[in-house]
């Protein structure tokens, strides 16, 4: 198993994407994920019946390279069978509610005085403070609605835009491991473990943190703006004459001005009194955007690459996913992974978004079955075949 994470065990309880979405990266790192299920398994499995012939993309993204086994935690028999993983793993890593964690006796305080070497990554909703900290909710609830990115996004009397699913799930779940790799480099000369926190409200204001730091510095609400009236037209989204988009990347107003003129062949915006500087433009906005939609009309988008690229015009296509698939800078930047398949080939997938030119890493596998690695398991944390069978016939696995 390559990868910086070799060697460190980590045990995984948690349900759907945002504490997964941690542990799958942490398993294409290198680390000995160890995904704890309960006998009828991470609701995630049952997307399943949207892929119809194909398996389950999004749950085999953040569960590629772990190990599963099955256990009914609501027997002690089960608890039992946690804590003896959990006695020599480095990392315990949930998404469960802070709630039944505690009820469970699996939360920090707990296992930090058993395990006082153990680093303990919670990912949350909501946090592990507050009022609402067990309240249900996935990040379409916190970090796309509550914590005000939908309504950035969305102009005034506009419908709110939908949500496509897992985004803040995996920017939290990316925090929570880069926290997790914190907390182990800090323990090599502490000897100790800790709490590691990431939520998915705090990725939220995070991702959002231009607008929450103006309206916190402020007292101000940020204001969410449509693309025909932009406070710089010169970074908008625009329709080519084949009825494709592109996104101009103009944000250094002044600076970019001549160029754009010069490509889009209209000098008499220089001498236009409206458009003198990026504050008159912004004052005029809306009248310049219309006037840069009627040209961009007039020709597709290959062209205006072509034109723009020739003008040091900056820019960039409005992709769906499939040309993004078909990418060459994409394919070059290594957005894809070989990730081993069950019948001994590969499946292409997309890669986790971190690279090491010393200790490259390298997806050891497909996502378990449910309960694949139980006995496996449970043999390597000293349970002999009489000890594994008995939890059978008890029902604590399958």
Same mark, same amino acid.
């Given at each position: 198993?390559?990868?910086?994470?070799?060697?460190?065990?980590?045990?995984?309880?948690?349900?759907?994407?945002?504490?997964?979405?941690?542990? +799958?990266?942490?398993?294409?790192?290198?680390?000995?994920?160890?995904?704890?299920?309960?006998?009828?398994?991470?609701?995630?499995?049952?997307?399943?019946?949207?892929?119809?012939?194909?398996?389950?993309?999004?749950?085999?993204?953040?569960?590629?390279?772990?190990?599963?086994?099955?256990?009914?935690?609501?027997?002690?028999?089960?608890?039992?069978?946690?804590?003896?993983?959990?006695? $020599?793993?480095?990392?315990?890593?949930?998404?469960?509610?802070?709630?039944?964690?505690?009820?469970?006796?699996?939360?920090?305080?707990?296992?930090?005085?058993? !395990?006082?070497?153990?680093?303990?990554?919670?990912?949350?909703?909501?946090?592990?403070?507050?009022?609402?900290? #067990?309240?249900?909710?996935?990040?379409?609830?916190?970090?796309?609605?509550?914590?005000? $990115?939908?309504?950035?996004?969305?102009?005034?009397?506009?419908?709110?835009?939908?949500?496509?699913?897992?985004?803040?799930?995996?920017?939290?779940?990316?925090?929570?491991?880069?926290?997790?790799?914190?907390?182990? !480099?800090?323990?090599?000369?502490?000897?100790?473990?800790? &709490?590691?926190?990431?939520?998915?409200?705090? &990725? +939220?204001?995070?991702?959002? +943190?231009?607008?929450?730091?103006?309206?916190?510095?402020?007292?101000?609400?940020?204001?969410?703006?449509?693309?025909?009236?932009?406070?710089?037209?010169?970074?908008?989204?625009?329709?080519?004459?084949?009825?494709?988009?592109?996104?101009?990347?103009?944000?250094?107003?002044?600076?970019?001005?001549?160029?754009?003129?010069?490509?889009?062949?209209?000098?008499?915006?220089?001498?236009?009194?409206?458009?003198? #500087?990026?504050?008159?433009?912004?004052?005029?906005?809306?009248?310049?955007?219309?006037?840069?939609?009627?040209?961009?009309?007039?020709?597709?988008?290959?062209?205006?690459? /072509?034109?723009?690229?020739?003008?040091?015009?900056?820019?960039?296509?409005?992709?769906?996913?499939?040309?993004?698939?078909?990418?060459?800078?994409?394919?070059?930047?290594?957005?894809?992974?070989?990730?081993?398949?069950?019948?001994?080939?590969?499946? /292409?997938?997309?890669?986790?978004?971190?690279?090491?030119?010393?200790?490259?890493?390298?997806?050891?596998?497909?996502?378990?079955?449910?309960?694949?690695?139980? /006995?496996?398991?449970?043999?390597?944390?000293?349970? #002999?075949?009489?000890?594994?069978?008995?939890?059978?016939?008890? +029902?604590?696995?399958?």
């Amino acid at each position: 198993m390559a990868g910086p994470m070799e060697g460190v065990r980590v045990v995984e309880l948690g349900v759907w994407v945002a504490g997964p979405a941690c542990g +799958g990266i942490l398993a294409d790192w290198g680390a000995d994920v160890i995904k704890v299920e309960t006998p009828d398994g991470d609701p995630f499995r049952s997307l399943e019946w949207l892929f119809p012939g194909v398996g389950n993309p999004p749950f085999d993204l953040d569960n590629r390279g772990k190990r599963s086994i099955a256990l009914d935690l609501r027997q002690p028999e089960g608890l039992d069978a946690l804590h003896s993983l959990l006695a $020599i793993a480095d990392v315990f890593l949930s998404n469960i509610r802070p709630g039944g964690l505690e009820r469970m006796g699996l939360d920090y305080p707990s296992l930090s005085e058993r !395990y006082p070497q153990l680093i303990y990554a919670s990912v949350t909703g909501l946090s592990l403070q507050g009022d609402e900290r #067990d309240r249900h909710t996935y990040d379409v609830g916190t970090f796309w609605s509550r914590a005000g $990115i939908a309504r950035s996004l969305t102009p005034e009397g506009a419908d709110l835009p939908y949500q496509r699913g897992g985004m803040g799930d995996h920017m939290t779940g990316l925090a929570a491991a880069a926290g997790v790799a914190a907390a182990l !480099y800090h323990r090599t000369s502490s000897g100790k473990g800790q &709490l590691v926190e990431s939520s998915l409200m705090r &990725l +939220g204001a995070y991702m959002l +943190g231009w607008d929450h730091n103006i309206t916190a510095m402020t007292g101000a609400e940020t204001v969410a703006r449509g693309r025909d009236n932009p406070p710089n037209p010169l970074i908008n989204c625009y329709r080519c004459g084949d009825g494709e988009w592109l996104w101009m990347l103009g944000l250094e107003g002044d600076r970019h001005w001549p160029n754009v003129v010069r490509a889009m062949d209209r000098p008499d915006w220089s001498d236009d009194p409206r458009f003198g #500087d990026i504050v008159l433009r912004w004052e005029n906005t809306a009248a310049l955007t219309a006037e840069m939609d009627a040209v961009m009309a007039t020709r597709t988008r290959a062209a205006w690459g /072509e034109i723009f690229d020739a003008n040091d015009v900056w820019w960039a296509p409005v992709q769906s996913t499939l040309e993004f698939r078909s990418d060459p800078q994409a394919q070059a930047a290594g957005c894809w992974v070989e990730v081993p398949a069950p019948d001994g080939g590969t499946t /292409e997938m997309v890669a986790t978004p971190v690279d090491f030119s010393a200790t490259a890493w390298d997806p050891s596998g497909p996502s378990p079955e449910l309960g694949q690695h139980t /006995e496996l398991i449970l043999a390597e944390h000293g349970y #002999d075949w009489d000890a594994i069978e008995q939890l059978k016939q008890a +029902g604590v696995i399958p």
